[in-house]
Nanobody, 120 residues
Framework: QVQLVESGGGLVQSGGSLRLSCAVSGNIESIRAMGWYRQAPGKQRELVAT???????????WSVKGRFTISRDSRDNARNTVYLQMNSLRSEDSAVYYC??????????WGQGTQVTVSS
């Protein structure tokens, strides 16, 4: 089992920046990858970015490439923290952002979600 605590959402003007954080604790040895997804009203949840724990290989959704950066801090033996640096934000980036943890077991885990609102 792992526990996820998200932070960093809020309101920002178009063109601005925000950084999201997700602190993951518990059985961190079971983590294969961590990432962020988002869901806007009336739309399906979509991939934003993921990062693997083995090689820190990253993957981005096409709409955020070049603007968002995912990174991971694993220096603390008791937790991994995944960050999402979001630059050049647009109104279409407004959504609830969810932290996601993929494990080597059959289970995956979701955070509670944090709202990001970009005003035009």
């Amino acid at each position: 089992q792992v526990q996820l605590v998200e932070s960093g959402g809020g309101l920002v003007q178009s063109g601005g920046s925000l950084r999201l954080s997700c602190a993951v604790s518990g059985n961190i040895e079971s983590i294969r990858a961590m990432g962020w997804y988002r869901q806007a009203p009336g739309k399906q949840r979509e991939l934003v970015a993921t990062i693997t724990t083995g090689t820190d290989s990253t993957n981005y959704g096409w709409s955020v490439k070049g603007r968002f950066t995912i990174s991971r801090d694993s220096r603390d033996n008791a937790r991994n923290t995944v960050y999402l640096q979001m630059n050049s934000l647009r109104s279409e980036d407004s959504a609830v952002y969810y932290c996601h943890v993929d494990t080597y077991s059959i289970y995956d885990h979701w955070g509670q979600g944090t709202q990001v609102t970009v005003s035009s």
